[in-house]
């Protein structure tokens, strides 16, 4: 090798290095050990890791630990499925745009709406996405975040919309709903769009029909926040006239891992199709007459878009769209509104247990689904940490998210907790929580 790339030694190869930035001396690690060796090594240091898999947890804000059936992996580790990237060649990736037709399909049944996409990286980043469709289309440059909003999903608005010179405005909804007043105050002819988030950061559901309504009398466009396990029980965002809907899509056959990875879902009316970034499958014949799939529409500044390009996505999101796909057709409409109930049931008995302890209570009496903002007697903080020596994984301490935007933390946010319960967690587990998170207010 040294013969081929013209150096008579090491040395000579690594002669453009500083002498400083070289090694002098061994590294200082073991000997060479067998893979059977390396192998027993790693999983001895992995198991000193704690995580939501060997410990009772009840975190939430945004990554949700629903059960995933064991089909999904079954199915989406196949190797035709695994190995597959963005369909560069359509017409010989039938099984590709098959999966994602599938999974536009029913996401759009999920939200309401007329057409969807499968390209988004996250949540955050489809909102994003629909800020910046909803500015292009309209020729405004003011973003509003009516309600209590993730701050990292503001954070990622805030970091798309900077650049672009589009302002973004946000509610400080003290009473963790949209503030009808605030709107309409703050609406105006520079409002591109208005956007939701229901359930929001606290977990409260929100009809919000009257807040699009207001946006729409604006010539504003509407954007609808939703997670997708609340869908089957309440209003979806077809139904509160939408005209955008994005949210986080882990969460249908995705494990939460570090947060990741994640699946944006995008939503429209049929009149943004054009704008909708990523990319759109249809499903036509072949000149056999046989059922065949087709890239409809991309939008990518590569191929045959470029300059008129209106995302720069470069990935469908194939194996996170498969496991969506997989995950929707294995529980159907009935089991995702099981699913929503048994949540939404269990949620309110463990928020009812843990607001009967002393110096607890609900920070808000909106309705809630699967989360909910505990108030404590002592710093959140001081609890989660109390709880996890115990074992159990109590919440999310919301004085420990960022402040997305000046003056949008809530008051006495350090002693708020946010506990989410799914549909994995039993009568048993809850109780501990309760016995748990007492223990720890008190200790």
């Known amino acids: 090798m040294l013969r081929a790339i013209g150096a008579a030694s ?3 190869l690594i002669a453009p290095v500083p002498a400083k930035f070289r090694l002098r001396g061994p590294l200082g690690l073991p000997g060479p050990k067998s893979e059977f060796e390396v192998a027993r090594l790693l999983e001895g240091m992995a198991s000193r890791n704690g995580h939501g898999g060997n410990r009772l947890s009840f975190l939430g ?13 079954h199915l989406c580790f196949r190797s035709e499925f695994y190995t597959a990237y963005t369909p560069y060649q359509p017409e010989v990736s039938q099984g590709t745009l098959a999966v994602i037709f599938e999974f536009q399909t029913m996401v759009a049944e999920l939200t309401g709406m007329d057409i969807a996409n499968a390209s988004l990286y996250d949540g955050a980043t489809a909102l994003a996405e629909a800020a910046l469709l909803a500015a292009a289309t309209t020729g405004r440059r003011r973003i509003v975040a009516a309600g209590p909003f993730h701050p990292h999903y503001l954070q990622t608005l805030r970091t798309f919309c900077r650049e672009q010179d589009i302002e973004v405005v946000a509610d400080p909804a003290p009473q963790g709903i949209v503030d009808r007043a605030w709107l309409a105050a703050t609406l105006s002819v520079e409002t591109a769009a208005v956007a939701v988030q229901t359930p929001n950061i606290y977990g409260i559901f929100e009809d919000a029909t009257e807040a699009f309504a207001m ?13 997708p396990h609340a869908l089957p029980l309440y209003k979806t965002p077809g139904a509160m006239d939408a005209d955008l809907a994005v949210g986080e899509g882990m969460s249908l056959g ?35 007459g046989l059922r065949a799939f087709v890239m409809t529409l991309q939008t990518r500044e590569q191929h045959i878009r470029r300059e008129k390009a209106t995302s720069n996505i470069c990935t469908n999101q194939g194996l996170l769209a498969l496991r969506a796909a997989i995950y929707l057709s294995l529980l159907g409409p009935q089991g995702m509104r099981e699913t929503a109930e048994q949540c939404l049931e269990r949620a309110h008995y463990a928020a009812e247990r843990l607001a009967a302890l002393p110096g607890f209570k609900l920070r808000f009496g909106a309705p809630f689904f699967h989360e909910f903002a505990l108030e404590c007697p002592r710093p959140a903080r001081e609890i989660v940490r109390g709880a996890l020596a115990r074992g159990v ?8 998210l960022p402040e997305a935007l000046p003056g949008l933390r809530p008051e006495g946010a350090d002693r708020l907790l946010l506990v989410c319960v799914t549909e994995k967690h039993s009568r048993e587990d809850l109780d501990v929580l309760v016995a748990v998170v007492k223990e720890a207010a008190h200790a």
């Open 61 to 73: 804000a945004g990554a949700y630990d629903h059960f995933v059936p064991a089909a999904v992996d």
């Open 10 to 12: 090491f040395d000579d």
């Open 254 to 288: 995705t494990p939460p891992s570090f947060v990741a990875p994640a699946l944006g879902i995008f939503a429209a009316k049929k009149e943004f199709a054009r704008q909708v970034p990523g990319r759109l499958i249809g499903e036509t014949v072949d000149r056999n």
């Open 393 to 400: 994984l109590a919440g999310v301490d919301l004085g420990s």
């Open 215 to 227: 946006a729409h009398s604006a010539g504003a466009r509407a954007i609808a926040v939703f997670e």
